[in-house]
C-alpha cells in the first residue's frame, strides 16, 4: 500500500502541512482498498501514516514528486489536514518517470489532472526498484517501518522449476514475442485482432495458441508459446478455467501478464488487487481497450531490453 498526494498548486509540499477537502480523500481508489480507512478515525489515520507516500503534482504543473512518511493527520470540519516528512537521500521522480509507471503504480486516467489523497494497493518501492526509479542502495536509505518489500532480489536467487507435464522448449524467449490467452470463441476474434493491432504498431509480433501447431498435444504448443513469449495477455473474460490456467503458467515462469477482463468479477479472487483493463466487446469499448493496451506493452518492452 501506499499513499498518494496530489496538488494542483505549485507552492504545496515545500514542508509545510497540506489541506484538502475531506470529501478529495479516497478518489481514485478501489472500494475494497478505501472501506477499512473510511472513517478516517484516529485509529484508521495511524495506520494510513505506516504507509509510504508519494507525494506529486497536477500534470502541467511540472514539478518533481517524491517519497515521503505521513507523520500526522487531522480532520476539522470538512478539512483534511496532512503533515509528512520527505525521505532525506531518495531521488525525486520527474514528471516523465511518474507517467511512465502510471500503469505500475495503478494511476488511472485522468488522475494527475485532480488534486486529491488516493491510496494504492501497490509495492511503491518494488515497482520503482524495477523500472530504476530507485537503486538497491536508495532502497537502502528507506526507514525500515516503511519498507513493503523484505529483501531486494539478488542475482542467483532464483526458483528452478522442473515441469513433469511439460517438455521446456529449445528455443529462446524472443523479446518481441506477445503470446494472448483468452476463450476459443468466435466472439473473442475482434478481441485478439485488436491486440495483435496495438502490438504489430509497435513491431510486436502477436500470437495465440490458435495459430501455432508445433506438438500433437495443445498444452504443449501453450506452454512453449508461453515459454518464449516476453509478454503475456490474459483475458478473463468470463472467468474462463484454461484462461486461469494458462495465467498460472505465465506466473510461475515469471512472465508479466496483462490481464484483461469485461468485468471485474471475472478476474480470479487472487488477481482482483492488481490493475486490469476493462473493456466492452464492441467498436467503442475495443477501441479504449487499445488505448491503454499500448502504454503498456510499451513500458514492458522497455524494461525488458
Known amino acids: 500500500m501506499f499513499n498518494l498526494l496530489i496538488s494542483g498548486n505549485d507552492e504545496s509540499f515545500r514542508g509545510e502541512p497540506w489541506t484538502l477537502e475531506r470529501g478529495r480523500v479516497f ?5 475494497n482498498v ?13 495506520q494510513l501514516c505506516r504507509f509510504p507516500a508519494l507525494i506529486a503534482y ?3 504543473v511540472g514539478l518533481n514528486a517524491r517519497i515521503a512518511r505521513l507523520v500526522r493527520v487531522r480532520l476539522r470540519d470538512n478539512e483534511v489536514r496532512v503533515e509528512y516528512r520527505f525521505i532525506p537521500d531518495l531521488p525525486a521522480i520527474t514528471p516523465e518517470q511518474l507517467e511512465n509507471l502510471v500503469w505500475e503504480l495503478d494511476i488511472r486516467k485522468n488522475e494527475l489532472f485532480r488534486t486529491h489523497w488516493a ?6 518501492f518494488s515497482e520503482l526498484l524495477a523500472a530504476n526509479v530507485l537503486s538497491p542502495d536508495d532502497y537502502s536509505k528507506v526507514p525500515n517501518d516503511l519498507r513493503i518489500l ?6 542467483g536467487n532464483q526458483l528452478k522449476i522442473s515441469p513433469t507435464v511439460f517438455r521446456v522448449p529449445d528455443q529462446p524467449v524472443e523479446p518481441d514475442l506477445v503470446s494472448v490467452m483468452l476463450p476459443f470463441k468466435p466472439e473473442f476474434n475482434p478481441v485478439f485482432q485488436t491486440i495483435e493491432a496495438v502490438g504489430t504498431g509497435i ?3 502477436v500470437k495465440n495458441a490458435n495459430q501455432v501447431w508445433e506438438e500433437s498435444e495443445i498444452i504443449q504448443d501453450i506452454f512453449s508459446l508461453i515459454y518464449r513469449s516476453a509478454i503475456v495477455v490474459c483475458d478473463f473474460s468470463g472467468s474462463n478455467p484454461n484462461v486461469f490456467y494458462e495465467a498460472g503458467i505465465a506466473h510461475t515462469l515469471g512472465k508479466p501478464v496483462v490481464p484483461l ?10 488477481l482482483q488487487h492488481h490493475r486490469a483493463i476493462l473493456y ?6 475495443r477501441r479504449g481497450m487499445a488505448e491503454e493496451l499500448l502504454p503498456r506493452f510499451e513500458t514492458l518492452i522497455r524494461r525488458s531490453r
Do not use: C, W, Y
Open 27 to 31: 478518489e481514485h481508489t478501489e472500494a
Open 34 to 46: 478505501a472501506a477499512p480507512f473510511r472513517e478516517l478515525d484516529q485509529q484508521q489515520l495511524e
Open 58 to 60: 497536477e500534470k502541467g
Open 119 to 124: 491510496l494504492k494497493a501497490v509495492d511503491i
Open 150 to 155: 523484505q529483501e531486494v532480489k539478488q542475482p
Open 203 to 205: 513491431n510486436l509480433d
Open 261 to 270: 477482463a469485461q468485468q471485474k468479477n471475472d478476474l480470479p479472487f487472487d
Open 280 to 285: 466492452l466487446n464492441n467498436e467503442e469499448g
